[in-house]
């Protein structure tokens, strides 16, 4: 649980610098390109890390369903934020874009500290 509020405040302060760097007018794409791969990896940690510790044999499992689900949110909260919200989105992909890729290879290197732990 400890990781999932250092994800967030990493990605809320970065997302706080990279919006002052783009400036105001393309603050909200930088924050919302963040959102939906924040929610999305920290939700996805705090599930894998509970299951994992009560159960290992279910992993598999929730990691397929979960797979799906992010699938279908990812692709109707991409289109909702360029068609419905209108965002410019250039900015906005390359934010959701970074937080994406970034946020999951801290979740990637979790697991592997996760699941290297029951090793030892």
């Known amino acids: 649980m400890k990781a999932a509020g250092w994800m967030t405040a990493a990605a809320v302060a970065s997302a706080v610098i990279a919006a002052s760097i783009a400036g105001r007018q393309n603050a909200a794409e930088v924050v919302l390109g963040m959102l939906a791969p924040l ?3 920290t939700v996805s940690w705090v599930l894998t890390e509970r299951i994992y510790t009560r159960d290992p044999a ?3 499992g929730l990691m397929i369903g979960a797979f ?5 949110f990812f692709g109707a909260y991409v289109a909702a934020m360029l068609k419905v919200v209108g965002l410019h989105p ?3 992909v390359v934010s959701f874009t970074s937080y994406f890729i970034a946020l ?5 290197v979790l ?8 090793g030892r």
């Open 39 to 41: 929610a999305a990896a």
């Open 58 to 60: 279910r992993l598999t």
């Open 68 to 72: 799906g689900a992010k699938m279908l």
């Open 90 to 92: 250039t900015p906005f």
């Open 104 to 108: 999951y290879v801290i979740e990637a």
């Open 111 to 118: 697991m592997r500290r996760l699941f290297g732990a029951e």
